[in-house]
């Protein structure tokens, strides 16, 4: 197996997880009531929605781009999770979700140095 078809894998693998956890953000928003149930259904949307551009535009800058907003979307959640009791334990799984999507797609893109033969 080429590196090139492990890299497609690796992404294939990082895109699922994200519109799964897009579609858990969607159930688990008919479970929620207040600010939790509408910012889940906002995030669900917008997990399926970033996968499946990333998806198909497959390359090194569109995960980099994903990395950056999964990065953002953990930092605006820090003061939710700070000052919003109503909210807290939804922030706070958002950053650590942010966190693990934001190294994955780290992941796939590495350093961006080249290495010389």
Do not use: C, K, Y
Not at 52 to 76: C, F, M
Not at 86 to 105: G, K, M, N, Y
């Amino acid at each position: 197996m080429s590196a090139h078809t492990r890299r497609q894998d690796r992404a294939s693998f990082v895109e699922a997880l994200r519109a799964a956890i897009g579609v858990a953000h969607l159930v688990g928003s008919n479970r929620a009531l207040g600010r939790p149930a509408v910012l889940g259904r906002v995030l669900g949307v917008r997990q399926l929605a970033q996968a499946a551009i990333t998806a198909r535009a497959a390359s090194p800058e569109a995960h980099t781009l994903s990395a950056a907003v999964d990065a953002l979307h953990g930092l605006t959640m820090v003061p939710l999770a700070l000052f919003d009791r109503q909210s807290r334990r939804f922030a706070i799984r958002q950053v650590w979700i942010a966190t693990l999507l934001t190294v994955l797609e780290v992941g796939l893109v590495g350093t961006g140095r080249r290495h010389r033969s």
